[in-house]
């Protein structure tokens, strides 16, 4: 009997710090959703509001761009950063000279601090002393003292460059490692077949690698729904509200606004989308090993 | 004339020299096996006639023509793999149909020329399926499909019965062995097995370290094996290869003693298949010890003889029977079937 216990009780201590840390946070942010609390005024929730918080969000202008900023952000991030990872992957599949040396330098990106990228690429991109403002400046003069960062569509595209540099050596060893489990005859077979390397890559390597790549998809969807350091630390939600990232933008209702009911409301419905992605990967992923197994 | 003619090819990996310079002439309409162990260098040879490795010198003639800087499609070839290197993602159809698609013929031909291929291979009923549905005898069969579709010059096979098991290697075994015939093309085909090589061939060329060591008909292979290497590599069970001397006209060895034309040398190894030994009860039999293992194999059984390091097995009938360590006599039935080499050459003496 005693024994028959034992494994719970060991459980016990890991079951009571992700309670404290996750199932209590997140139960509490949930019911915070449903009252009103502004923590100016009171340090805990006042009545409940039902799902006003909600509704409101639907029909709030700041809340719908932030949603806006954050659907282009995710959708160009996610396309740039799997295109780029797959043609990476695929030129550095072959073992060449370099080939230990460029991958140790192809993690580097993916190994810094992202609040960290978005303070140098604002220093790199700042049109006095910017080395990339300059440098550009330089080649095209046509670019020179372009005020990169205080431009709506500029900001949003170095927002964009920034997470697609930091997510890309990533997303590569997904790849390489998708393109190590693809048997080399199938591309072989293609090649005496009369298969041109595009038709190859196309037909033969990039059909195989569905699998992988719908992972790298939707895991950078989850992280660029998320995104926030580099929002706050290179345009700070800006020019205007521009790259006012979801994140961003309940992290100021909640903590520059202190309005924590709207807030929590607002966090939900990011979770919720996530939710929805995780889900809708999941029986996709189900469906894919289903028609490789069977 | 699909003649493909290998001349002085040579391939290094660097420093490490993979197959050393050698030519070789596949007549055309030929089925050649190269047949050596693992690393000995035949898929490279393969890879090499198919375009999918370079040669590091020598040249390679397709029908008469250099085809060295060629690609793989150019060269007229089709591939069958040991992994069978199906698309996973295709149906067995498209698999079947995606030379001919690249290669631009149109639908209504490419539709009849899948029917017609999966008919000859029985895979009719099965074009609709994924190759993950399939087994390893069907999966066989839609990469020889897509081989034989679009009527290549040449064949080359790269142990393409390796990866199924026994009983269906002996089915598919036939099946290569007709297709061949039935379509004439010419085919070169790699394998460590021996019995596929003696079985599928007109003429086999045994490798070893990248070298071909003989290059000849199975049955010449067999009966006059050029060396020590394939005496061992060829037959099954393999030849007995018994080192001795030969003093007076006699090859000596522990419990062996029989008369060889050859002069006195020490260092010989002499060669005798076990169905070239009968088991006697004569004393006095060339080859005496005592009953080491008896192993039935159906339609014969197996009998091993020991004498000090001397081991000899022999092929007795399949009811022979008698008690492991009583005395044993064997002879050889054709003293002009006994093969004897030199043992640190490996060369055949005489």
Same mark, same amino acid.
């Given at each position: 009997?005693?024994?028959?216990?034992?494994?719970?009780?060991?459980?016990?201590?890991?079951?009571?710090?992700?309670?404290?840390?996750?199932?209590?946070p997140?139960?509490?942010?949930?019911?915070?959703?449903?009252?009103?609390?502004?923590?100016?005024?009171?340090?805990?929730? =006042?009545?409940?509001?039902?799902?006003?918080?909600?509704? @409101?969000?639907?029909?709030?202008?700041?809340?719908?761009?932030?949603?806006?900023?954050?659907?282009?952000?995710?959708?160009?991030?996610?396309?740039?950063?799997?295109i780029?990872?797959?043609?990476l992957?695929?030129?550095?599949?072959?073992?060449?000279?370099?080939?230990?040396?460029?991958?140790?330098?192809?993690?580097?990106?993916?190994?810094?601090?992202?609040?960290?990228?978005?303070?140098? @690429?604002? &220093?790199?991109?700042?049109? =006095?002393?910017?080395?990339?403002a300059?440098? %550009?400046?330089?080649?095209?003069?046509?670019l020179?003292?372009?005020?990169?960062?205080?431009?709506?569509?500029?900001?949003?595209?170095?927002?964009v460059?920034? !997470?697609?540099?930091?997510?890309?050596?990533?997303?590569?060893?997904?790849?390489?490692?998708?393109?190590?489990?693809?048997?080399?005859?199938?591309?072989?077979?293609?090649?005496?077949?009369?298969?041109?390397?595009?038709?190859?890559?196309?037909?033969?390597?990039?059909?195989?690698?569905?699998?992988?790549?719908?992972?790298?998809?939707?895991?950078?969807?989850?992280?660029?729904?998320?995104?926030?350091?580099?929002?706050?630390?290179?345009?700070?939600?800006?020019?205007?509200?521009?790259?006012?990232? %979801?994140?961003?933008?309940?992290?100021?209702?909640g903590?520059?606004?202190? !309005?924590?009911?709207?807030?929590?409301?607002?966090?939900?419905?990011?979770?919720?989308?996530?939710?929805?992605?995780?889900?809708?990967?999941?029986?996709?992923?189900?469906?894919?090993?289903?028609?490789?197994t069977? | 004339?699909?003649?493909?003619?290998?001349? !002085?090819?040579?391939?290094?990996?660097?420093?490490?020299?993979?197959?050393?310079?050698?030519?070789?002439?596949?007549?055309?309409?030929?089925?050649?096996?190269?047949?050596?162990?693992?690393?000995?260098?035949?898929?490279?040879?393969?890879?090499m006639?198919?375009?999918l =490795?370079?040669?590091?010198?020598?040249?390679?003639?397709?029908?008469?023509?250099?085809?060295?800087?060629?690609?793989?499609?150019d060269?007229?070839?089709?591939?069958? &793999?040991?992994?069978?290197?199906?698309?996973?993602?295709?149906?067995?159809?498209?698999?079947?149909? @995606?030379?001919?698609?690249?290669?631009?013929?149109?639908?209504?031909?490419?539709?009849?020329?899948?029917? =017609?291929?999966a008919?000859?291979?029985?895979?009719?009923?099965?074009l609709?399926r994924?190759?993950?549905?399939?087994?390893?005898?069907q999966?066989?069969?839609?990469?020889?499909?897509?081989?034989?579709?679009?009527?290549?010059?040449?064949?080359?096979?790269?142990?393409?019965?390796?990866?199924?098991?026994?009983k269906?290697?002996?089915?598919?075994?036939?099946?290569?062995?007709?297709?061949?015939?039935?379509?004439?093309?010419?085919?070169?085909?790699?394998?460590?097995?021996?019995?596929?090589a003696?079985?599928?061939?007109?003429r086999?060329?045994?490798?070893?370290?990248?070298?071909?060591?003989?290059?000849?008909?199975p049955?010449?292979?067999?009966?006059?094996?050029?060396?020590?290497?394939?005496?061992?590599?060829?037959?099954?069970?393999?030849?007995?290869?018994?080192?001795?001397?030969?003093?007076?006209?006699?090859?000596?060895?522990?419990?062996v003693?029989?008369?060889?034309?050859?002069?006195?040398?020490?260092?010989?190894?002499?060669?005798?298949?076990?169905?070239?030994?009968?088991?006697?009860?004569?004393?006095?039999?060339?080859?005496?010890g005592?009953?080491?293992?008896?192993?039935?194999?159906?339609?014969?059984?197996?009998?091993?003889?020991?004498?000090?390091?001397?081991?000899?097995?022999?092929?007795g009938?399949?009811?022979?029977?008698?008690?492991?360590?009583?005395?044993?006599?064997?002879a050889?039935?054709d003293?002009?079937?006994?093969?004897?080499?030199?043992?640190?050459?490996?060369?055949?003496?005489?």
């Amino acid at each position: 009997m005693k024994d028959r216990l034992l494994p719970y009780w060991l459980l016990i201590p890991a079951f009571m710090i992700v309670l404290a840390t996750t199932i209590y946070p997140l139960a509490y942010s949930f019911i915070t959703s449903f009252r009103a609390w502004d923590l100016t005024k009171s340090r805990r929730p =006042e009545g409940f509001v039902g799902i006003d918080n909600y509704i @409101y969000a639907t029909g709030e202008s700041q809340f719908l761009n932030s949603l806006w900023v954050t659907f282009i952000f995710v959708i160009t991030s996610v396309i740039l950063t799997v295109i780029l990872a797959m043609a990476l992957a695929l030129l550095l599949r072959r073992k060449g000279p370099m080939h230990t040396f460029t991958r140790i330098i192809l993690i580097l990106p993916f190994a810094m601090s992202p609040a960290l990228i978005g303070v140098s @690429y604002r &220093f790199m991109f700042n049109p =006095e002393f910017g080395v990339i403002a300059n440098g %550009l400046g330089a080649v095209f003069p046509a670019l020179q003292g372009v005020p990169w960062l205080a431009d709506p569509q500029l900001a949003m595209g170095i927002l964009v460059l920034t !997470d697609v540099w930091h997510w890309t050596p990533y997303m590569t060893f997904m790849c390489l490692g998708g393109l190590a489990s693809i048997p080399r005859e199938t591309e072989e077979a293609a090649r005496i077949d009369g298969a041109s390397n595009l038709r190859i890559i196309f037909g033969i390597i990039l059909p195989q690698m569905r699998g992988v790549i719908l992972v790298m998809a939707v895991l950078k969807t989850i992280f660029a729904l998320k995104m926030f350091d580099q929002v706050v630390t290179l345009t700070g939600g800006g020019p205007g509200t521009s790259t006012e990232t %979801l994140a961003y933008f309940i992290f100021n209702v909640g903590f520059r606004w202190f !309005d924590m009911g709207y807030a929590s409301a607002l966090a939900w419905i990011l979770t919720a989308i996530m939710m929805f992605i995780s889900i809708w990967y999941v029986r996709m992923l189900l469906s894919e090993r289903k028609m490789a197994t069977a | 004339m699909a003649e493909v003619r290998l001349v !002085d090819i040579e391939k290094k990996y660097g420093a490490f020299l993979a197959v050393p310079q050698q030519s070789l002439t596949i007549h055309d309409g030929e089925f050649l096996v190269l047949l050596g162990p693992s690393g000995c260098g035949k898929t490279t040879t393969m890879r090499m006639i198919a375009g999918l =490795e370079d040669i590091t010198s020598g040249d390679i003639m397709i029908k008469g023509e250099r085809v060295n800087d060629k690609p793989p499609k150019d060269r007229d070839i089709a591939m069958v &793999f040991q992994n069978y290197g199906l698309y996973p993602h295709m149906t067995v159809r498209q698999n079947i149909e @995606y030379p001919l698609k690249l290669r631009g013929v149109d639908k209504a031909t490419r539709k009849a020329r899948v029917q =017609e291929t999966a008919a000859k291979v029985e895979l009719d009923a099965l074009l609709d399926r994924r190759p993950s549905e399939l087994s390893g005898g069907q999966r066989q069969r839609v990469a020889l499909a897509r081989a034989i579709v679009r009527t290549p010059s040449i064949f080359l096979m790269d142990e393409p019965l390796s990866n199924l098991d026994a009983k269906l290697r002996v089915t598919m075994r036939a099946e290569l062995k007709h297709l061949h015939h039935e379509l004439g093309v010419t085919t070169v085909y790699v394998t460590h097995d021996q019995m596929e090589a003696m079985t599928l061939a007109n003429r086999v060329a045994v490798m070893r370290e990248g070298r071909i060591v003989q290059l000849d008909t199975p049955k010449k292979i067999y009966a006059e094996p050029a060396d020590l290497f394939v005496a061992g590599f060829i037959g099954s069970p393999s030849m007995n290869l018994i080192d001795g001397v030969v003093k007076g006209g006699v090859f000596r060895a522990d419990g062996v003693e029989i008369p060889v034309p050859l002069g006195d040398r020490d260092g010989v190894v002499l060669g005798i298949r076990p169905e070239e030994i009968d088991i006697t009860q004569d004393a006095g039999a060339p080859i005496s010890g005592k009953l080491y293992a008896l192993e039935l194999t159906g339609e014969s059984t197996l009998v091993t003889l020991r004498n000090g390091p001397s081991s000899v097995c022999a092929r007795g009938h399949a009811d022979f029977e008698a008690e492991i360590d009583s005395p044993c006599y064997l002879a050889p039935k054709d003293e002009a079937r006994i093969h004897l080499f030199d043992r640190a050459s490996g060369e055949r003496l005489g």
